[in-house]
């Protein structure tokens, strides 16, 4: 479907909701392109993020998550998969709420669980309980996603699903 988007689209949640993989699928539907800044930052800097957190700390990474998201939203008009942190800064919230149209991707505990487990590539969730640790940055994190524009359930649905309740949510 060819659309003219406005504004380009964030997706924002936590990690293992499927922001990467809804994002690629919606960003084909719409016919623009994808960008998963992650995989932005990491090319960037010759480095996994695992690496960056432990090299360079991570205070340093969330500047990078800023900069990029920053650079992108300010050059093209795309679909945007983020890190599970980004949105929890205060300034790349900002930023995202002001130029882009943000979207929750919510799932439950037991579901971002299982999915989490299956990779060792998140260093937030290494060297503890992953289950613990999980559910204290769920606690935390999940009122500030709530701030996105609009909330779309991930659990249950295959991808193409959320896709579809992404359009109609933002009533593309
Ligand atoms: C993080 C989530 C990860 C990655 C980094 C930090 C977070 O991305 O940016 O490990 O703070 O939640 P995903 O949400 O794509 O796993």
Request: charged residues 30%; proline residues 3%; aromatic residues 4%.
């Amino acid at each position: 479907m060819s659309v003219n988007l406005q504004k380009s689209i964030v997706l924002v949640g936590m990690m293992g909701c499927g922001k990467s993989a809804v994002g690629s699928r919606l960003a084909m539907k719409l016919e623009v392109p994808f960008v998963d800044i992650d995989y932005e930052i990491e090319k960037n800097e010759g480095m996994p993020i695992a690496e960056i957190f432990k090299e360079k700390g991570e205070p340093h990474f969330r500047n990078l998550e800023k900069t990029t998201i920053s650079d992108i939203l300010s050059t093209r008009i795309c679909v945007i998969a983020t890190g599970g942190g980004a949105f929890i800064n205060e300034e790349t919230r900002a930023l995202i709420k002001e130029k882009a149209r943000s979207v929750y991707i919510q799932a439950d505990f037991e579901v971002l669980l299982e999915r989490v487990s299956r990779k060792n590539t998140r260093p937030l969730l290494e060297g503890g309980d992953k289950a613990a640790i999980l559910r204290d940055l769920m606690e935390k994190r999940c009122p500030i996603y709530e701030k996105a524009d609009i909330m779309v359930d991930s659990s249950s649905g295959a991808h193409n699903v959320v896709v579809d309740k992404i359009i109609e949510g933002l009533g593309i």
